[in-house]
C-alpha cells in the first residue's frame, strides 16, 4: 500500500521552511548588531563560555545565513536542505543556550523555533516534495 502525502503535512513544513527563513534573518541582524556595537548586549552574570559579544555576533550571522539558505531549500523540497536543517536548528539551539547570558528571552524564543523546526523536517520532511506544493 503506497502512502498517500498529506496537505497538511506539507503544510508543516511549508512553515518550517518560512520560520527557518525568517529566524535565520533575525539571527542574522541580531549577529550584526553584536559584531557593530559590542556594548549593545549586556551580561547580567557569570557564564560557564565566556566569549565576547563580537565573537558570538560572527557565530549568530554565520548560523542565521545558514539557517536562511537552508529555509529557501527546504521550500523548495530538497532533501540536502532537510537535513542540513535538522543539523543547523540543532546547533542553533545549542548556540542560542549559550547566547543566554546576552539576550535571554530572544535565546529561549529562538530554541522553541528551532524545536519547531525540527519536528516539523523530520516528521514531515517527505510530505512537501510528495504533494507538489
Known amino acids: 500500500m503506497e502512502r498517500q502525502p498529506s496537505p497538511a503535512a506539507a503544510g508543516w513544513i511549508m ?15 541580531s549577529g550584526l548588531v553584536a559584531i557593530v556595537d559590542d ?15 563580537t565573537t558570538w ?24 536542505a532537510r537535513t542540513v536543517g535538522v543539523l543547523i536548528a540543532a546547533g542553533s539551539m545549542v548556540a542560542s543556550f549559550f547566547w543566554l547570558p546576552w539576550y535571554p528571552i530572544w535565546a529561549i524564543i529562538i ?23
Not at 521552511?17 to 542574522?28: K, R, S, T
Not at 523555533?113 to 510528495?130: C, K, N, Q, S
Open 15 to 29: 512553515f518550517a521552511g518560512v520560520i527557518m527563513i525568517i529566524a535565520g534573518i533575525f539571527q542574522a541582524f
Open 57 to 80: 555576533g560572527w557565530i549568530h550571522l554565520l548560523i542565521g545565513l545558514v539557517v536562511l539558505a537552508s529555509g529557501f531549500g527546504v521550500l523548495s523540497g530538497n532533501v540536502l
Open 111 to 133: 530554541i522553541a523555533i528551532d524545536l519547531g523546526v525540527i519536528w516539523a523536517l523530520t516528521v514531515h520532511g517527505r510530505d512537501l516534495a510528495e504533494s507538489g506544493a
Open 39 to 53: 556594548e549593545f548586549f549586556v551580561v547580567t552574570r557569570e557564564y560557564v563560555v565566556q566569549f565576547d559579544a
